[in-house]
């Protein structure tokens, strides 16, 4: 699904117009259907066993604390979520690893990403004892170049400090960047600084239908992709 009438469905991309590639990780390579599964129904679950309260009642309140600190480190920093919730969510990843997956495309696309010889960096909200834990299951670090993940950085993605220094961090040029994620926001803050390839990830998981942008390409799977390319 292409959402962008001025290109051709197979041929969008310039390649020779791209040196770096930035990939979200959850959603965009990896199916967030373990991310979505984990904090919206396992971890409620859990918290509502430990505190004795009925399973609404805990999501609710798990609901209301994930906003609390939304668009702030602590919103994806699993230590910080032990400890506030009282339960190990490290520990809760592992245990429900074998959920973990890449979305279906995802590795053709690293791969032909690498025979372009793009320099591929996942860039991540994600915190790095989750990275860890996805990166054991997958093998997803074998693919790309380099992980970052937020607190490398300093904000998350959606905030407009992320981009000038994660340019500083990686020495990316954004006139000659393609950034590819599933969360508007983050898009729109990478637009903003000047980031000149974004692409939206429109089907984040296997389990929900595809959620298109407007104003963005947003693309459901890999295949336009790979200009005309067959899968590697
Ligand atoms: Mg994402």
Redesign the pocket.
């Known amino acids: 699904m292409i959402q962008h009438s001025a290109l051709s469905p197979q041929h969008f991309l310039n390649w020779n117009e791209i040196d770096d590639v930035l990939l ?5 390579l990896l199916d ?1 259907h373990f991310d979505n599964f984990f904090f919206e129904e396992e971890l409620p679950r859990r918290y509502a066993a430990l505190h004795g309260l009925q399973l609404e009642e805990s999501r609710n309140t798990l609901m209301a604390m994930y906003s609390s600190v939304e668009r702030e480190l602590a919103w994806t920093d699993l230590n910080y979520w032990t400890q506030r919730v009282g339960i190990d969510v490290v520990a809760l990843h592992r245990e429900l690893d074998h959920m973990i997956g890449f979305l279906p495309g995802a590795e053709d696309f690293l791969r032909y990403l690498h025979l372009l010889g793009k320099r591929v960096t996942i860039v991540t ?1 994600a915190h790095e004892a989750g990275v860890s834990v996805k990166v054991a299951k997958t093998g997803l670090d074998r693919h790309v170049d380099r992980i970052v993940n937020a607190f490398e950085v300093g904000y998350l993605k959606m905030r407009p400090e992320y981009w000038p220094s994660c340019a500083r961090l990686l020495g990316f040029d954004p006139t000659r960047t393609l950034y590819m ?3 508007e926001g983050c898009l729109i803050a990478a637009k903003q600084f000047g980031v000149a390839h974004l692409i939206h990830s429109a089907k ?1 998981s296997s389990q929900l239908p595809p959620t298109p942008l407007a104003q963005f390409v947003s693309v459901t799977g890999f295949s336009s992709l790979l200009n005309g390319r067959p899968a590697i």
């Open positions: 979200d990780m959850d959603g965009t967030r909200n994620d599933d969360d984040s």
